[in-house]
């Protein structure tokens, strides 16, 4: 008996689950900091989120360099303790705690035994308050982030991101998230210390904590570790992300490179916005996850490529459809008009019905999985925060999936998929792609960066 006739038909889709959002309290301090406490009880752990806003009026190259290395050192030492205490008292409750910097925040990752939160909340305080940034951290943290960074701008993966900002955030404080290696050397303990005193503060600030706790009792707790937290700084509200110009392809030579990397950027809306679930659809069925059409044409059905993928970024000054795909030299040309062609394709043509329900199913079935664990849990509700959202918005959002048709997800993939709309970057080796491209549209050439 043949394969073909043994084959069992899929099962059909089950029903949606219903969204169950878990309980939460609130509270504003009297110095800004807002706390969110979440219960969740599946493991007695605590997850804890601290985002403070650190957005930018402009484009600045040393203040980026010293966000950076403050990131990197922002747990090496106090007044009270240094860097080998801090680990220790946290690994005493089974905690750690990391910070990270984009354009838009200061974020402090922290974890640990539930009955530990009082002691992983007095060391964020402690560090909020007094880290000190000790000279010999200082050296050793910004050597290995230049390192790194150094690194980083050999790799195509960079390199086209890079490039990609700068082309779409020309002039804005998006468009250079990565700081000159150089810059970063120079950053000392003293540059340290002013930049925390001015963007490190409470007002604005929101902390999330998850875990198997009693919500008050969360928020009770977090008041006291940080209700001496002050501050006098100012928050920098980043300008709004400026419309994309499409233009002329744009080419970045980088010789010898074996692969393209293709880039391209698409308008897009916020989470708010009315169009935003039916946006998310059609970016699903065109190229977010392995069932879209783009995976399936260059990937499953012509080979050029490994992980195509596309996806809604979502910035405070703004929303970019991001597309990204790394295939062959030799195919750049095809892959990229295949790309166009899967675009123009979903703007004229309304998806079929099982394609949009099975775009649904995965829509809706992330929102439950990225609320499954404790750490999922405290992500989104710290991401939605900073965009002044709480946990109530995925139930709303979920209803808007359900309810979006075939006729709203043509109508937002005719308004912001079509082809004409992308700004379209490849890096690749020039002498190779820049004939191929030359005949699908015009193309402006420039060098990758640090060449």
């Known amino acids: 008996m043949s394969a073909a006739t043994t084959m ?3 099962p059909e889709l089950g029903p949606n689950r219903e969204l169950a959002l878990p309980d939460s309290e609130e509270r504003t301090l009297d110095n800004g900091l807002t706390v969110i406490a979440i219960q969740r009880a599946s493991v007695p752990l605590v997850e804890v989120r601290l985002r403070v806003p650190f957005g930018t009026t402009e484009l600045d190259l040393p203040g980026l360099a010293s966000s950076a290395v403050l990131s990197q050192t922002l ?4 007044a009270e303790m240094s860097t080998v205490d801090i680990a220790a008292a946290l690994q005493s409750v089974g905690g750690a705690l990391s910070a990270s910097i984009d354009p838009d925040r200061l974020l402090v990752t922290g974890n640990g035994l539930v009955d530990g939160l009082d002691r992983i909340l007095a060391i964020c305080a402690d560090v909020l308050t007094g880290a000190a940034y000790p000279a010999d951290e200082v050296l050793t943290e910004r050597s290995r982030l230049a390192d790194r960074i150094q690194v980083a701008r050999s790799q195509p993966a960079h390199l086209a991101r890079a490039a990609q900002l700068r082309r779409i955030y020309a002039g804005h404080p998006y468009a250079v998230q990565t700081p000159e290696p150089d810059d970063v050397r120079a950053i000392d303990t003293d540059r340290l210390l002013s930049l925390h005193a001015a963007r490190v503060h409470p007002a604005g600030a929101t902390l999330v904590i998850v875990g198997d706790l009693a919500p008050q009792a969360a928020l009770d707790a977090a008041e006291r570790a940080l209700s001496g937290w002050a501050g006098n700084g100012v928050d920098a509200a980043t300008p709004p992300i400026p419309d994309l110009r499409t233009g002329p392809l ?3 030579d980088r010789p010898g490179s074996v692969q393209s990397s293709v880039r391209l950027a ?3 809306v916020g989470r ?3 169009d935003h679930a039916a946006l ?4 699903l069925i065109f190229g977010g996850y392995f069932s879209s059409r783009w995976v399936e044409n260059i990937r499953e059905d012509k080979g050029y ?3 195509p993928h596309s996806l809604i970024d979502h910035s405070v000054a703004g929303s970019s459809l991001l597309l990204s795909a790394d295939v062959a030299t030799e195919v750049t040309g095809p892959a990229l008009l295949e790309t166009w062609y899967e675009l123009g394709r979903l703007a004229n043509l309304p998806p079929a019905v099982d394609e949009l329900e099975q775009a649904r199913q995965y829509a809706l079935g992330s929102l439950l999985l990225g609320m499954s664990t404790q750490s999922g849990l405290a992500g989104l509700a710290s991401a939605y925060a900073g965009f002044g959202l709480r946990l109530d918005f995925l139930a709303t959002h979920a209803q808007r999936l359900a309810a979006a048709t075939r006729e709203d997800v043509a109508e937002v993939a005719a308004r912001y998929l079509a082809p004409a709309k992308a700004v379209t970057v490849v890096l690749g080796d ?5 004939g191929p491209l030359s005949s699908l549209g015009p193309v402006e050439r420039t060098a990758a960066e640090g060449a």
């Open 8 to 10: 069992r038909a899929l």
């Open 75 to 78: 747990f090496s030492g106090t």
């Open 250 to 252: 744009l080419l970045v």
């Open 266 to 268: 698409l308008p897009a």
């Open 272 to 274: 708010t916005h009315p």
């Open 280 to 283: 998310q659809l059609a970016n």
């Open 305 to 307: 490529t490994y992980s």
């Open 430 to 434: 020039a002498e190779k792609v820049a």
